[in-house]
């Protein structure tokens, strides 16, 4: 699913073949259960398979506290389709096997083994033993055919379900046993092994009765009680405050030990704060009311480095990742008489000429100094440098023109008033709104930059910030808005974590979402063209494919592509396994492993 990651090198991302046969384990270890109760319908033996972690061992208590710029939307991951929802709901989950941000590589999960058969359409996976959810319930295969029912189920919508459909069908799972399922693919699946890494594997005796209720699509809102959820991941939720914050605890049933053989998390509690703006943010980090930042300016970053200076904290700047910032128009089909207004200034952005005069008019070299401080890439499509085996290095990257901007839109038919002003053939002025989070600073920033440089070919915008949920209404649900600044970032650098935001029917193809069928011959053939990437083994021609793909993205630009920021990370001094990653979550991703080192007891 991609987020609303992260490859440095080549040869640190791992190109899926052949090599899917092989069976891969992890060290486990088995270990005896001290003191706890054993709940009905919990494992009946006392024996638990764990993953013994090669991180350093740490200190176990504290809390970690971090800032979210808004307020999550919903606990359940089938719906979430928000950063800050997801950001909470993976510490609370976990999957079959995850994709470790540091190496890019699969490693094992929930999942003990697994194996492939030789034409790579039937995976055999076995869960290791003893697994229980955070409320004490065993877990065991009867879950995990319950997870992907309920992910595969269309009147679900959800936003992973375009992932699990290969060669044109869902994908069936079948039960063997208490511990072995059985995966059928009605095709090969490309990178496999990595579409486990964003399924969370729910509780069936707490959600099953829900789902036959019709109800699961709303279940685990923010008024559900803790008690009433539970995961697999190293948190459990504790405590919920609207508007303030959600406290999270540790998972006492979590699957994972250290080296020494102590029970991860190391910490006690994980608080996410919600603070509305990143200077309040960095003000808080500054003051010692959060442990770590992410996603945070470069204005910011240098404002922090007296700080780093001084030994109070540590500063890391990763590079280009795999987010892009990008600006797209409405292309909705509206209802009849429903927002007459945005439908008429339709007519104008689904003209390609129109999004190309837009595209030439921008200045991504200023975007990137004002925005930035240099800290960002300029981008012309929707992969970014950071992601060195996919990027199409042929896209063009023409500077901004003017000229070639005013000579496109005159192509299309519009003209210019004596005022200047671009009017369409009907003689109507062109202008429209540019909507976007107004927690995020850069993103206010580029719209404004946006709004000055169409000012030469005439277009009239107006910058209209939101609050972050009421934005993602008007983009996702009411569809009441002309044109939108926001940005995009997964977690993982394969092609097929985009597919829900490139196949015309996806529920994150912004520009004009879920579609019954492609509106256009442009996103008929990307809908080819993603479907057979995903089911070719072979990675030369898996690469051509997906170089088309972006090569249309950048001539049709359903979206414009902006610029890919540095990520830039933070965390106090004293905050032992800090390994910041360029995939999402890049300072969250290893929270079961992170811990205070003597002398830095942190929110204890």
Request: glycine share 8%; net charge positive; with cysteine.
């Amino acid at each position: 699913m991609h987020r609303f990651g992260r490859s440095r090198t080549a040869d640190r991302f791992v190109e899926l073949g052949p090599q899917w046969s092989r069976l891969r384990l992890y060290v486990l270890v088995s270990v005896v259960f001290l003191g706890l109760l054993t709940p009905a319908g919990a494992i009946p033996d006392n024996a638990q398979e764990l993953v013994v972690t090669a991180a350093s061992p740490g200190r176990a208590g504290g809390g970690l506290v971090v800032a979210q710029r808004a307020e999550l939307r919903t606990l359940n991951p089938l719906t979430a389709v928000d950063n800050p929802s997801r950001e909470v709901i993976w510490r609370l989950m976990a999957g079959l096997i995850r994709i470790n941000r540091n190496t890019q590589r699969t490693e094992s999960a929930l999942a003990a083994s697994w194996t492939a058969s030789s034409d790579g359409r039937r995976y055999t996976v076995t869960l290791r033993r003893g697994l229980r959810f955070s409320d004490g319930h065993a877990c065991d295969a009867d879950d995990v055919v319950f997870t992907f029912q309920v992910y595969l189920d269309e009147a679900l919508r959800s936003p992973q379900r375009d992932l699990l459909v290969v060669g044109g069908k869902p994908i069936t799972v079948r039960k063997v046993d208490s511990h072995t399922i059985v995966f059928e693919l009605a095709a090969p699946y490309a990178a496999a092994e990595r579409l486990f890494d964003g399924i969370a594997i729910l509780p069936r005796h707490l959600l099953e009765p829900i789902y036959r209720a019709g109800g699961l699509a709303k279940a685990w809102s923010l008024a559900t009680p803790p008690g009433e959820i539970a995961g697999l991941g190293p948190f459990r939720v504790k405590e919920y405050v609207a508007g303030q914050r959600i406290v999270l605890e540790r998972n006492p049933y979590y699957w994972k030990t250290d080296r020494a053989g102590q029970r991860l998390p190391y910490l006690d509690r994980l608080t996410f704060l919600f603070v509305s703006s990143e200077d309040a943010q960095v003000v808080r980090f500054q003051a010692g009311d959060t442990d770590v930042i992410s996603r945070f300016s470069a204005d910011n970053f240098a404002a922090l480095q007296p700080a780093r200076q001084a030994g109070r904290l540590q500063l890391v700047d990763l590079g280009p990742g795999l987010e892009y910032e990008f600006m797209f128009f409405n292309l909705n089909r509206l209802p009849a008489g429903r927002l007459p207004e945005v439908a008429a200034r339709q007519e104008w952005f689904r003209r390609t000429e129109f999004r190309q005069a837009v595209s030439a008019a921008i200045d991504r070299e200023a975007i990137i100094r004002l925005a930035y401080q240099g800290r960002a890439t300029p981008l012309w499509a929707h992969v970014t440098p950071g992601n060195r085996l996919w990027e199409n290095r042929s896209i063009p990257r023409p500077p901004r023109s003017v000229e070639r901007a005013r000579r496109l839109l005159r192509a299309a038919g519009f003209t210019w008033g004596a005022d200047g002003q671009l009017v369409d053939q009907k003689r109507a002025a062109v202008t429209f709104t540019i909507v976007t989070n107004a927690s995020n600073a850069q993103r206010v920033r580029i719209a404004t930059i946006i709004q000055e440089d169409l000012q030469p070919i005439g277009i009239r915008a107006q910058v209209v910030p939101l609050e972050f949920r009421a934005f993602l209404d008007r983009v996702l649900k009411t569809h009441d808005y002309d044109a939108a600044v926001l940005g995009l970032g997964g977690g993982d650098a394969d092609p097929n974590a985009e597919m829900n935001v490139w196949l015309s029917s996806g529920g994150s193809h912004l520009w004009h979402l879920n579609q019954s069928q492609p509106a256009t011959p442009w996103e008929a053939e990307i809908d080819d063209l993603m479907r057979r990437q995903l089911v070719t083994l072979a990675s030369g021609e898996r690469k051509r494919l997906y170089d088309r793909v972006q090569a249309l993205v950048a001539e049709h630009l359903p979206v414009i592509g902006l610029v890919s920021p540095n990520i830039l990370v933070g965390a106090k001094t004293g905050l032992g396994n800090f390994r910041p990653a360029i995939l999402d979550h890049p300072t969250l991703w290893n929270v079961d492993e992170l811990f205070w080192h003597a002398g830095h007891a942190a929110h204890r």
